[in-house]
């Protein structure tokens, strides 16, 4: 009796130790699932800090959705293999100027989606969809492609913020404006 009872207990170990194994391996592989899924330290659709110079103008009045015209300028098409900008055209309705720390709010237009989600002139725009949006090393982010790139299918960006008056930092699910209207979700269909 004793030899089946140690035979049996073997067996629980052994089941128990191949369970663990099996556990384990499968964490690491879900681990290596998520650590493919992150995004690579080289980010897509950085402008080339010498193609945005900042001046002085843009400091005050800002620039729509904080998005300079670098199409124009000379150099573009040097930068072309690596910035290209995003489809699509949310639009959250605010002016600002692009620093290292975000994107400074200069102003918001009346009945956006800024002003309807309490945003003000001095607010601080950090991130979109948990991505820093102004100058990043040598890069710049412009907070309007960041918008259409992290926007989801009806428009909808969390954005962290800084609120101007008491220097808090706030997340805010902001629904965009599309330029053709606002566009609402799609009902959904019943089985």
Not at 44 to 72: C, F, M, N, W, Y
Not at 81 to 87: N, T
């Amino acid at each position: 009796m004793q030899a089946n009872e140690r035979i049996g207990t073997n067996c629980k170990v052994m089941a128990i130790t191949a369970a663990c194994v099996i556990l384990l391996t499968m964490g690491l592989a879900v681990g290596q699932e998520e650590r493919e899924r992150e995004p690579s330290s080289a980010r897509e659709g950085g402008i080339p800090r010498k193609l945005a110079p900042l001046r002085d103008a843009d400091r005050q009045e800002g620039l729509e959705e904080g998005t300079p015209d670098v199409e124009s300028r000379p150099g573009f098409k040097e930068a072309l293999p690596r910035w290209r900008a995003p489809q699509g055209n949310w639009k959250l309705g605010v002016w600002a100027y692009n620093t290292e720390s975000g994107v400074v709010v200069t102003r918001v237009a009346p009945d956006s989606p800024a002003e309807r989600r309490g945003l003000e002139r001095g607010d601080r725009i950090v991130s979109v969809g948990g991505y820093q949006v102004g100058y990043v090393g040598d890069l710049l982010y412009p907070l309007g492609y960041e918008l259409r790139r992290q926007a989801d299918g009806r428009g909808e960006v969390l954005l962290l913020v800084q609120n101007v008056r008491n220097k808090e930092l706030l997340n805010l699910t902001v629904p965009l404006d599309h330029p053709g209207g606002r566009v609402r979700p799609l009902p959904l269909e019943r089985e």
